[in-house]
Every structure is written in C-alpha cells, then in structure tokens.
C-alpha cells in the first residue's frame, strides 16, 4: 500500500528538468512521503497515547473529575500497588546483577571447552520462546506435588536419601493399650520394663498393602525369651486379615513392622536406640540394671516430605525469577562473550608470563576490561526487568497473584482486570515511562557510539 | 605439575557445564514429554516415568488439539498478525531510515531524535489511549487492530537501527547513482536495500519473534475469533493442573516455530536479539 503511494509520487523525468527551485522542493517532498506512515503511525499510535496517557493520570476513575497528583500518592498508599512497587523494586536488585554474574561466569568458563558453540547455542535458545510458553514450563516445573513437578521430586528424593523417610506415617498406637502418645508425636510404654524383659509393642493403622515387602510374621520372635541382661522384644501389626485375632496379643498371623526406630529412656535420657528386624524383633544388651521406658521416636510417624512450596506466596517472586534467568542468561553469556572475545589477547599473555593465576586474572584484568560490556548487559536487563508481565502473569497461580504482582501487571489488573480504575492505571503507566527513560538513554547513547 | 592441575580444572569446568546444561534442557524436556501423556498418565505420575514405561508416550494430544478448531484458528491468527507486522515494520522503517539518513527535509534530524526518544514508551502506556481510539475506528477486537499497534511500537526501534545502518553506506556510491539520473525510489529499491539486506533480515527476524510471542497486546486487543495462540493458551492456564494435555502440546506448537528461526538463522537471530536489546 505505501509503496504504490510512493510510486506515484515519484518524479517523473519530464517535470524533473523544471525550473531550479521545483526540484528542491519537490525533493522535500518525495522525502516527507519516505517518512510519512511511519510518522504517522508514530503519531496516532504512540504519541498521542503518551499525552493522553499522562492527562488522564490527573483524572479520578471514571475520567470525569481532575484530581491532580492523588493517583501518585495513592500509588504508594494502596496496598496491592505498593506490594507492586516493591516487587519490581525486588525484580529490579536482584535479576539484573543475577544475569550479568551468571553471564560473566558462564561466558569465562565456557571458553575453555571444545563445545563452546553447542552450549552457547542451547542456552540462547530459549530467547526465542516466547514467556507465555516458559510461563507454562515452569508451571510444571514447580508443581507442588512431588508426583508432577520435576523440582520437588529432585528435591524430595534429595531430602529422603539424607534425612531417610519414615516408615509408617499412618501408623498409631490403640487408646488405652500398651503405648501412650506424648506431644511430639512419639510413643512410650505405659509400664517399664527391665533387663530380662520380653516385651511386644502393637500399632495399628498401618494399611496392610503399605507393608513392606520383607515384612515377616512377628509371632515366632514374640515367643522367644529374652536371655539374661538382654531387653528384647517386637514391634507388630495388631491386626490379623482377614479378621480374628486379640488385640494387644501377636497372634499367629500378624506381621512385623521392620525398620521401626525403637529407645531405651531411663530418668528421661535416651540411653540406647536400635531398629527392628524384618520380623518387628528388637533387642538391647548390656544394660545396666534398672526400669526403662520404650519409646518409638516420632521419626517413624511422619507424614513424608513434600518438598518447597515454590509457587506459595513467601517464594512465587524468586521462583519467577529463576524462571527470567533460565531465559535471559543465555543472553548475558553471549554478549558477554562477545566482549570477551574482543579483549586484547596480549594483555592476558602478558599476565600468563608474570604468572598470574586464573583467578587473579579474572579478577584484576578480565572484569575492568569487560567493564563496559557488563554494565550494557545490565541496563538492557534492568528496562526489561521493569516491563516483565506475561511470565508472572502466567507462573503465579490466582491466589498467589497479588503476593507476585508487578508494577506491569498492577497495571494490566487496575485498568482492565476489574480494577477498572483508568486514573489509577494511567499513573501506574507513566511511573513505568519515567523508570524507564533513564536507563534507555543510557542504552541508546551507547548503541550510538557503537555504531560510529 | 601446572599441566595436571590446568587438565583437572578444565575437567571441573566440564562437569560444571554439562549440569548446567542439563538445568536448561530439562524444563523444556519435560514440557515436550508432558504434551506426549495422556491425561491419566499425567494425573499418576511425572513426565519422568517415561523412562521406565515408555508406552505412555503417543501423538494423541497433538491430534486432538489439531481437531479442536479454536486452537487451530489461534495458530493460524498468530500467522496473520506476525507475518504482516512483520513486513510492514522493515517496509515502513527502511523508508522512513532512508529518508533520515540521505534525504534533505526541514527539521530532519529533530525529527528523527524525536522517533529515538520513542524507544523508551513502554507498550502499556498505549494500550488504555489506543484502545479507545481502536474502538472509536472499528478496529477494536480485530487482526488489523492488533498489527497496527504491533508495527506502530516496533518503528522507533526499526527506524533507529535502519537509519544507522543506511547511514554508514559511502556516500560516493548515492552521489553517483543520483547523477546517473536514478529517481530516489529506484535507488532505494534497487541500491540502498539490497545494501541493508543484512540489517533488515536481523530486524525482520527479530520483529517476528517479539510479535509471535506477544501476549499482552493480543490479550487486550483481539478478540475470541482473533485472537493468537498465546491468548488462547493463557485462557487455558486459568485451570492448570486438569488440563495439561492441552497447554503442553499447546506451549509446545507455539514454540517450535520460534526455535526452528532460530536454528534455521542463527547469525541473524543472535545480532537480531542483540541489537534488538536496546528496545
């Protein structure tokens, strides 16, 4: 469409030998029909919401009343737009200096590999999924359920290999039988026992199919007798399939509960502490004589770790952070690297030949030279920082939104997402441009010089 | 001795680099396994099980959501906003570069500042204004709509990258196809943009990928028949958790488009990105 406009408008070689003057101007001409759609468009489309934006700022709600600064105080005294400033204040501290740390490191080392290129390649890659698609990955990834979300299954079987799991985390003593409960969730015998003892310690609630499978009838351990200065005795099921069966007794067809941690208690200090058998058996020796307490540690009854809750509210805004840098860091690394790569090789050299460490290298000549670099790579971040909206729009899941939200998104919610306050809104847009200038006349000024 | 303890390092730097690519692979690993399970499936257990039992795996969801004629219609409305953004941003920005960088017209240069000083609008600022003025014009709700705003924020910064580049062209070389009687229209068609055929590929790449991935604009400016699959997907994210056989294999066909550019381009998409930053 332009381009025919322009067609037409193009000189024609009859009217081009007119007199001195016409050329000239006609020359402006043909110029401003260069420029013209996209002045335009610049005009209708950008401009002019600029200052409409800014006028409507100083109107209340519904546009009818001028209220002068008082949607900019109101800023930072509602609650859900301060939270927001704060946010973007957090966002702003920490992803930035994350990303250009992050980069620098990752740009350094991975010059010394052979597959510079791949890694380069797959950490850029995810600059060209677009957040909505990165929202929805990460969605996934921080899933609570440990079942669903791959962070909290890592995290889980990284908790369970060192703190072990409990093994049975439904599993209690009857009221009134031989255990009594305390606070803390362990058990204890009602009576003592002494060396010599033979003693069996029934629970019940544990699911027969929740057994495990080396579990073995209890009954054969529960019949033997404790030898001379031994305290011995089983840990069972008091439950027989099936039906039938006493309670507090181990009848033939009751299983032993392995794996479960049991103490000997005297004067209320643990003096001894060891785990059944694969029948529920147990046994101390060498005690010395005297009245003991059984107790079985609430360790063997909690309920199983279930990892971070990474999208409830204390943790939504760094965990969408660490969703930013998954897509940003590849960024920072190759601009990074690019700088790296334009270093003058034969100070570096020279630094190798007086015997400089890598580190002292890094530290004394690599960061100052890479000076400039490091500070583009973070102000370009900082102004995407401060515009970031689709990512917590999407990861924060509906009650969490207002513990995420941004200065972006306050800004989506008070306009249009029911909020409906467009003064209030209009201001929130206007803060954005004001915290944006700074940083982009940085940006520009540099990419200028640059390009002289 | 030096050589052992450089050899040991460079091992550590290995390790240290195959886990953190293994950090980056895996969330997409898993949303890519994630859109190949059945709902069921999902519902068991995670997208790791698939090790163990592979059979879970199949295109089900794929054709589904090929079945299902609103997703369908949201990729095909994303094509039709980003292709003709996309063309119309390098079209009007070469012109509007050129005549910056070597046409004489009064107020040129505080013209042009101006266009540069635009660069720092965020997005948001316009949607409010722009909305009204869309709704006034027919245009609210509508695919023109959207590319309109889309080509309008994307001129400052292609008009700035373009002008700068035409700008570095000789002069000689306009000088001396001027004398030889060329009319400006024939020697932006057939000199100054087979010149800039570098920078405007980096733009256009570029340009794309922002308006591909656009959520926020297409959110508030298309309506349900126009708008793309970003727009569709986040109305799906309201109910995460039941529904992750449509969003993954959703998330998953509205990403490989942009990815597959980038491999196909790599040069022009990284200088297209890093360019691109300043915005």
């Given amino acids: ?452 | 001795m030096n050589a052992v303890r450089r050899g040991l390092g460079n091992g550590v730097v290995q390790v240290l680099l195959v886990l953190v690519g293994l950090i980056w692979v895996t969330p997409l690993a898993g949303l890519f396994l994630s859109s190949l399970r059945s709902a069921q499936d999902t519902a068991k257990g995670g997208w790791w099980t698939v090790f163990a039992a592979p059979g879970q795996l199949s295109f089900d969801n794929y054709s589904a959501l090929l079945a299902n004629s609103g997703m369908t219609q949201a990729f095909w409305n994303t094509v039709l906003i980003s292709v003709p953004t996309t063309v119309l941003v390098v079209v009007l920005a070469a012109l509007a570069g050129y005549a910056f960088a070597w046409l004489d017209f009064p107020g040129r240069d505080a013209v042009f500042l101006g266009v540069v000083a635009l660069l720092v609008v965020p997005v948001q600022i316009g949607l409010l204004p722009v909305a009204r003025l869309f709704g006034q014009l027919g245009l609210f709700g509508t695919i023109p709509g959207v590319v309109l705003f889309h080509v309008a924020y994307g001129l400052p910064f292609a008009v700035f990258l373009l002008r700068d580049y035409f700008a570095e062209m000789p002069k000689e070389m306009l000088e001396a196809a001027r004398m030889d009687g060329g009319s400006e229209w024939r020697i932006f068609t057939r000199l100054v943009l087979p010149v800039g055929r570098p920078a405007l590929a980096s733009l256009a790449i570029f340009q794309f990928l922002w308006v591909w991935n656009d959520m926020l604009v297409a959110l508030l400016f298309a309506d349900s028949s126009a708008q793309p699959l970003t727009v569709a997907l986040q109305s799906q994210v309201r109910q995460f958790g039941s529904n992750i056989d449509v969003l993954a294999p959703g998330a998953f066909l509205s990403l490989i488009v942009p990815v597959a550019v980038f491999f196909a381009f790599q040069r022009h998409f990284v200088q297209g990105v890093m360019a691109g930053s300043v915005k």
Avoid: C
Avoid at chain 1, 340 to 364: K, S, T, V, Y
Avoid at chain 1, 385 to 390: A, G, I
Avoid at chain 1, 396 to 415: K, Y
């Fill in chain 1, 1 to 452: 469409m332009t381009a025919t406009l322009v067609k037409e408008a193009g000189p024609s070689p009859a009217r081009a030998a007119a007199r001195d003057r016409r050329p000239r101007r006609r020359g402006r001409i043909i110029a401003l029909l260069f420029a013209f759609p996209a002045l335009l468009l610049l005009g209708a489309l950008v401009v002019y919401p600029v200052l409409f934006s800014i006028g409507r700022s100083f109107f209340d709600a519904s546009g009818t009343r001028f209220v002068g600064g008082e949607n900019y105080t109101e800023m930072f005294r509602d609650p859900a737009t301060l939270k927001a400033v704060r946010n973007t204040a957090v966002w702003v501290v920490v992803a930035p200096a994350l990303l250009t740390g992050l980069g620098l490191v990752l740009a350094v080392l991975v010059e010394k590999v052979r597959w510079a290129t791949a890694f380069k390649l797959l950490l850029f890659m995810p600059m060209a999924v677009s957040f909505l698609a990165a929202g929805i990955i990460f969605r996934l990834a921080y899933d609570e359920d440990p079942d669903k979300g791959v962070l909290n299954a890592a995290v889980v079987s990284v908790h369970d290999a060192f703190q072990g799991t409990s093994p049975y985390p439904e599993g209690r003593a009857r009221e009134g039988g031989t255990l009594t409960r305390d606070a803390d969730g362990s058990y204890r015998t009602r009576a003592s026992a002494a060396p010599g003892d033979s003693v069996a310690l029934p629970l019940v609630g544990v699911p027969p199919k929740d057994l495990p499978a080396d579990a073995r009838a209890a009954h054969p351990a529960a019949a033997r007798r404790a030898v001379p200065g031994e305290l011995r005795g089983v840990v069972y099921l008091d439950f027989t399939p099936g039906g039938g069966g006493e309670q507090g007794r181990v009848d033939p067809r009751e299983s032993g509960l392995p794996r479960t941690k049991v103490e000997a208690v005297r004067d209320g200090r643990t003096v001894a502490s060891t785990t059944t058998a694969a029948d529920g058996s147990f046994s101390f020796s060498g005690l010395t004589a005297g009245s003991y307490t059984l107790t079985l540690p609430a360790s063997n009854f909690a309920q199983p770790y279930d990892g971070v809750s990474w999208l409830g509210p204390a943790l939504v805004t760094p965990a969408i952070i660490g969703a930013y840098l998954w897509i940003w860091t590849g960024f920072a690394m190759v601009l990074i690297g690019a700088g790296l790569a334009a270093l003058p090789r034969d100070a570096l050299e020279a630094a190798r030949m007086d015997g400089a460490n890598e580190w002292q290298i890094f530290r004394r000549i690599t960061v100052p030279l890479l000076a400039p670099v490091l500070t583009v790579v973070f102000v370009t971040l900082v102004i995407n920082v401060l515009k970031v909206f689709d990512l917590v729009y999407i990861i924060a899941p509906g009650p969490v939104q207002e513990d995420a939200t941004v200065l972006a998104t306050q800004m989506w919610l008070v306009s249009f997402g029911g909020g409906n306050n467009q003064g209030l809104g209009s201001a929130l847009g206007v803060l954005l441009l004001l915290l944006v200038v700074p940083a982009m006349v940085f940006n520009v000024r540099r990419f200028r010089r640059s390009q002289r």
